[in-house]
């Protein structure tokens, strides 16, 4: 790879890929609703939007790209305009991939989601699992790898399903659970917390996006860390490495799956259906294909990935709740409801 085109490359992981390609001494082209922060030699920022057309001609003109990255997509909790998530995570990667084709680019790279499904499993998930998602970001993500399999034909497209996306500088709705660590209080599971739910290390899934780059057909992974753990052992771990004086503690399941709903509904909570589905349900994916495939492992347990994120969000804290303008999973989420939770813990 030379030059490249990540779109999102603004964004909490878009930015991670991005640096680690710019470290690869590629040239890389961004494109993003938000502006970039970094500035580098080897790079081309393009404030703008994946639907805009004749911007994405202009971009695919002006370079001959051996690689694209399509890692921009809008979210649930980060909108109230369904229809803008559903145009931008539909019809932009639509965009995005009929300048690749037309321009000749010959592998292209899209991060998927584990939102795809919205109920909890007994087994790990393998990539010929019938999709089922259940609120818009997981149908948008699912119809965006249908789009992009109309153009298997003309160039390797590889789809990555990734479960949620850690590292340091990970916030989103996880800036929630940090507030409650960063201030020593009870911290909930639903249910016990006995439910196992796979995160993927940021640095590895891009290590697997650049391996995928060259990947010589098109293809589907799935991709997620080993040694999955309970999310209560999960949260005491970062608990006890914070050293806040937090605990973790549980709310009966069906009482507070309820109030989610209704919270939901009412308009009043940052979470949504997906995570009230999920919020008390194992999930895994099974990574043996691209383990064997792309030659690729895994390096960080979600306990370690969470720390990461929660140390970033301690040392951080106050520029953090300042910050506007940044992408969804590089701000904190508005707490909503759930601050009547945070009084009484």
């Given at each position: ?77 980060a909108v109230k305009d369904q229809n ?42 393998a990539e010929d699992e019938p999709p ?214």
């Amino acid at each position: 790879m030379k030059t490249v085109l990540v779109t999102g490359g603004s964004g909490f992981f878009g930015g991670i890929l991005k640096r680690r390609l710019l470290d690869a001494d590629c040239r890389v082209v961004n494109i993003d609703l938000q502006p970039d922060d970094l500035r580098h030699a080897a790079l081309t920022s393009v404030q703008g939007d994946i639907r805009d057309e004749a911007l994405m001609s202009r971009l695919y003109r002006e370079d001959r790209f051996d690689a694209v990255f399509h890692c921009a997509a809008i979210l649930a909790h980060a909108v109230k305009d369904q229809n803008m998530l559903w145009t931008s995570n539909v019809d932009g990667t639509r965009v995005v991939a009929e300048g690749a084709r037309r321009t000749g680019v010959p592998n292209l790279v899209f991060t998927s989601s584990n939102c795809l499904w919205g109920r909890g499993y007994d087994h790990a998930l393998a990539e010929d699992e019938p999709p089922a998602p259940i609120e818009i970001y997981g149908c948008s993500k699912w119809v965006g790898e249908k789009v992009l399999n109309e153009y298997g034909a003309d160039m390797n497209v590889i789809s990555i399903r990734c479960p949620t996306i850690m590292d340091f500088g990970r916030l989103g709705l996880l800036s929630i659970l940090f507030e409650f660590i960063d201030e020593g209080r009870r911290v909930w599971t639903v249910g016990g917390g006995q439910n196992r739910y796979q995160f993927i290390y940021a640095q590895d899934l891009a290590d697997a996006c650049i391996a995928a780059a060259t990947h010589p057909r098109s293809n589907l992974f799935h991709i997620g860390s080993d040694g999955v753990k309970p999310m209560r052992e999960i949260y005491q771990h970062v608990i006890e490495r914070a050293g806040t004086g937090a605990r973790v503690a549980a709310l009966p399941k069906n009482a507070t799956l309820l109030a989610m709903r209704i919270a939901h509904h009412l308009g009043i909570s940052p979470l949504g259906p997906y995570h009230y589905k999920m919020i008390a349900e194992n999930f895994l994916f099974d990574t043996t294909k691209i383990k064997s495939q792309l030659h690729w492992r895994p390096t960080l347990t979600n306990e370690e990935m969470l720390y990461r994120a929660y140390l970033y969000y301690q040392q951080n804290r106050r520029e953090i709740e300042a910050r506007k303008d940044a992408s969804a999973h590089r701000q904190a989420a508005n707490m909503g409801v759930i601050r009547v939770l945070k009084w009484l813990s």
